[in-house]
């Protein structure tokens, strides 16, 4: 148990580093090529941080560990909406650019609704399950909104800041390459480690899926945007959150799914709408205010509402 929390540890250290490479490298590329910090956020940081995700989903839908691979998605999206989220807007209000507010917000409640719509298969409800039909959907959707991001970076353009430090090429790519491997080498004892203390104490897959692994395959989302915001740097920070619960739906899901096909436990259906219950607050905490900003309050209040469900998942496993 020593040797356990002592690695976990270690992966912690490395997922805060590799964090702030992520950042430092990220921004510089951003401002070096004159590309919105949202754009870098919602592709290179969010891609990076959902690393860990597709590894423990790959992993567990080739073993068969369905409820591992609907609990880590459904967890880690849940975690980064409210948890996530919150502690950054807790640190700073978080004001981001309209388009995040009427597009890519959006674009993550539609991602969570489908996923309903298709593990559910309604039209057939013995079924219960996200095939590899639906996982080429989902990746097409993907393969979409890389291509809206593209755009984004030819449309949504930025002056370097002159007082930000810069970096050549190559120091920006190993801050931006070293950061990952920082996250998913991070990540990976993280869930590891964790895992093998829950498992000890007799905690059900689903739980584990929707907390332990959930929030071990978040730290890196965590990280990154914690230190966004201790920078001031809201569209990193809010870009890597939802740009994340994108990723892990369309990419992750749709690859995990096209893999193997996984069966759904309908008793995710209640995490899942959660999930769109958070997602259309936030819309509405941006769309109502005179800015287009998450206010500390409103941070709060997400953090509570997650106690709030926590209590009452942990209080269905007793």
């Known amino acids: 148990m020593t040797l356990q929390i002592l690695l976990l540890l270690v992966g912690l250290v490395l997922l805060i580093k590799g964090a702030d490479w992520m950042v430092s490298g990220a921004s510089s590329l951003a401002k070096k090529y004159h590309v919105s910090d949202l754009a870098i956020g919602l592709t290179i940081v969010a891609f990076g941080t959902s690393a860990p995700e597709l590894v423990v989903n790959v992993y567990s839908s080739l073993q068969g560990h369905h409820d591992l691979v609907f609990g880590n998605v459904i967890g880690s999206n849940n975690i980064n909406l409210f948890v996530i989220l919150g502690l950054a807007g807790l640190i700073t209000p978080m004001v981001v650019q309209s388009s995040t507010v009427w597009k890519e917000i959006p674009l993550s409640l539609f991602a969570a609704v489908l996923l309903i719509v298709l593990a559910n298969d309604w039209l057939f409800p013995n079924a219960h399950i996200l095939s590899r039909l639906d996982g080429l959907i989902l990746l097409a959707l993907f393969g979409s909104f890389l291509f809206y991001v593209y755009k984004q970076l030819k449309t949504d353009k930025q002056e370097a800041a002159p007082e930000q430090k810069q970096f050549k090429p190559l120091q920006i790519w190993f801050l931006i390459l070293v950061g990952m491997a920082g996250l998913v080498i991070g990540g990976r004892l993280v869930v590891t480690n ?8 007799g ?16 730290l890196p989302e965590l990280a990154t945007s914690v230190v966004a915001a201790l920078k001031k740097n809201n569209d990193i920070a809010v870009g890597n959150i939802i740009g994340s619960n994108i990723f892990n739906i369309f990419l992750i899901l749709g690859v995990s799914s096209l893999l193997s096909p996984i069966e759904y436990n309908p008793v995710f259906n209640t995490d899942m709408l959660l999930l769109c219950f958070g997602t259309s607050l936030l819309f ?7 800015k287009k900003k998450l206010d500390r309050w409103e941070a709060g209040l997400l953090l509570l509402i997650y106690v709030g469900y926590t209590i009452y998942i942990i209080s269905q496993e007793i």
């Open 203 to 218: 905690v059900s897959e689903k739980i584990i899926g929707l907390t332990i692994i959930a929030l071990g395959t978040s």
């Open 194 to 201: 964790a895992v093998s203390m829950a498992t000890a104490l």
């Open 284 to 290: 509405i905490a941006m769309f109502t205010g005179k």
